[in-house]
Every structure is written in C-alpha cells, then in structure tokens.
C-alpha cells in the first residue's frame, strides 16, 4: 500500500479524529502539516477545490471527508474494525450526529472567552481565522447555536454517554471500539482543549475515564512530509482503476461534474464523473502541479452538478 498522506492541521479537531484512528489502529502515517487558513495551494491542487481539512492522499487517490477516510481505514492495520456488523447503524448514525450537530455545538464552547486558552498565537491569527472563516461560511446551510443551547446540549449528551460507560464497558458499544468512539472523542478533544469546561468532564467519570483512553491513541505522530515531496508523491503514482457506474440520472460516467459538500465550505471541485453509487463518489481532477488524481467524497452529506 502507498504510504498514508494525512493534509491536517495540529488544532483541527476532524484531524484528531484521524490521527487518533492511526494510532488505535497502529497505522504509520506521514504528516502534512498545512496552515489553519488559506491558502492551501498544493492541498488544494489535489482536491480540485474541496477545501476541508483533513484529507487523506493515497498516490493519486486522495479521500475527502472523515466518515469515507474511516472507512478508508476501517479494517486497516491492526485491532477491531472500526465498523462491527453488529453496532453499525447505531455507530455510523452517532458518528453523523456527533459530526454535525455536536460539532455545532463544539464550535460554540470552544470559542467561549473562558475557554479559547491560546487558540490563537496573537491578535493578529485571530483577526486573519476571522477572515479566513467568513469566507468558509459563506452560503453555508448550518446555524452555531447559542452558548446556552450548546451548553445544554453537551451536558446532556455527556450525561447520556457517562451513564452507558458505567456498566464498565471499554467504549461506547461494548469491548471493541467502533467509529463512534473516535467520532465522539474528537468533539470532547475539542471542546476540552482550551482547558474551561474540566469540570464538567471530571464530574462524568466514566466519560473522564474513557476520554483518557481515546487521548492515548492521539500520541502517534506521523512522519513529517512536505506539500512538495506531496505533490510528487502524486505525480509519480497512477490513480487506483474505477469500477465505473452512476445512480445519477442523466450523469454518467465522463460527464464533466462539479462536487460539493451540501451543508458548509461550499468550494466545489470539479472534474469528471468515474463512480456515483450509495457510498461514495468518485472524480477524477486534473491539475498541471499533480497531474491526475482521483477524489473521492462520501455521498452522504456531497452534491454532484453537472457542468452544462
Ligand atoms: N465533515 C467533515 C468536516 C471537516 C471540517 O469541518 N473541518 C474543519 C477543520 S476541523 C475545516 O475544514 N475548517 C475550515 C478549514 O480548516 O479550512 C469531515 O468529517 O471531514
């Protein structure tokens, strides 16, 4: 297998999902430490346009998204799958929810005043994420909840996920752990690295207990690599064949597309149609600094458009 190429950022919470399922799953891993604002332009180069982070460059192939990076990396490595036959519904549907709307939520309490730590550097980073960020958001379908609600929604979840944890089961759905569990953990990870909310984690111990160790499985750093040694990475490599196939009607395959997530960071990436099914979607992108690459995106939660 091509070395795992993870496009990140060390405050990104998504990120830390990714890196901690590197570790669980003893997966060695290079690191492409990219900046927190654009530009990102090799990064960018290889998704077309797509620009959330992280993404996962395989060779060519590059994986958009953390729900498809984890199936990505499911069975991959050592340990349990990250998606048991018998709790997948229950994991993946946690996993959608913990990903959206607690992220909300997340983003809210992580920018409470008393609980920003030194998320920003000076005053300055923080004038330019404000920027950066107005621009993510713009045409976005998402509403930031208040402080209040947001406060209220962790606590009860955090309550709800204590109380399950007090049987003594090691992760969410039993002995193994599932997608949820690092689902969930990035979101804690997040809201509890400004270090203002401790508290309310401490007085949940079997949250606490189980937070300690997800946390362990973040300890796995990754190889430095550079955007450039990158880029030739997928220069050098041909992207994976397609089995090619669309459910789209009147798109099919060679069509020349545009894909999109449909909620925020609305930056779409264009290029040509190889595979639309229920799970994934897959273009193949063009760019003079990579040459032919392959992105996949989930379907779930992306929207495909025809150019013309
Ligand atoms: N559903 C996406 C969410 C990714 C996401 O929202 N990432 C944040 C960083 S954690 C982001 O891209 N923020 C804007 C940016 O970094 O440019 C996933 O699972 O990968």
Redesign the pocket.
């Known amino acids: 297998m091509a070395e795992l190429i993870l496009h990140h950022?060390p405050e990104?919470?998504?990120?830390e999902?990714v890196r901690a399922i590197f570790g669980a799953r003893q997966l060695a891993w290079r690191s492409l430490q990219v900046s927190?604002?654009?530009p990102r332009p090799s990064t960018i180069a290889l998704t077309g346009g797509y620009?959330?982070?992280?993404v996962l460059q395989v060779g060519a192939d590059v994986y958009?998204?953390?729900?498809l990076?984890a199936e990505y990396l499911g069975d991959r490595g050592s340990g349990p799958t990250l998606f048991p036959a018998r709790h997948r519904l229950a994991a993946q549907t946690l996993a959608r929810w913990v990903?959206t709307e607690l992220?909300w939520a997340a983003v809210t309490l992580r920018f409470m005043p008393e609980n920003m730590g030194n998320f920003f550097a000076d005053p300055g980073a923080a004038q330019a994420f404000a920027e950066?960020?107005a621009n993510?958001a713009r045409g976005s379908h998402v509403r930031r909840p208040s402080v209040d609600e947001a406060q209220a929604r962790y606590a009860r979840f955090l309550a709800e996920m204590d109380s399950q944890l007090g049987d003594g089961r090691a992760y969410l759905f039993g002995a193994d752990w599932s997608v949820a569990d690092f689902a969930v953990y990035h979101m804690l990870w997040f809201i509890h690295a400004g270090g203002g909310m401790s508290d309310l984690l401490a007085s949940r111990p079997h949250a606490a207990a189980w937070m300690a160790r997800m946390r362990a499985f973040g300890q796995h750093p990754g190889e430095a690599i550079s955007a450039d040694e990158a880029i030739a990475v997928a220069c050098e490599a041909n992207p994976l064949a397609v089995d090619q196939t669309s459910d789209l009607p009147g798109i099919p395959p060679g069509t020349k597309v545009h894909v999109a997530?449909v909620d925020?960071?609305i930056m779409p990436s264009p290029g040509v149609l190889l595979r639309c099914d229920r799970d994934t979607i897959v273009i193949r992108c063009e760019h003079a600094l990579t040459g032919a690459v392959n992105v996949h995106f989930p379907r779930h939660?992306f929207g495909v458009t025809a150019n013309g």
């Open positions: 950022y990104s919470p998504f990120s999902k927190m604002v654009m620009r959330r982070i992280p958009c998204d953390t729900a990076i990903d992220f950066d960020r993510f997530p925020y960071g939660g």
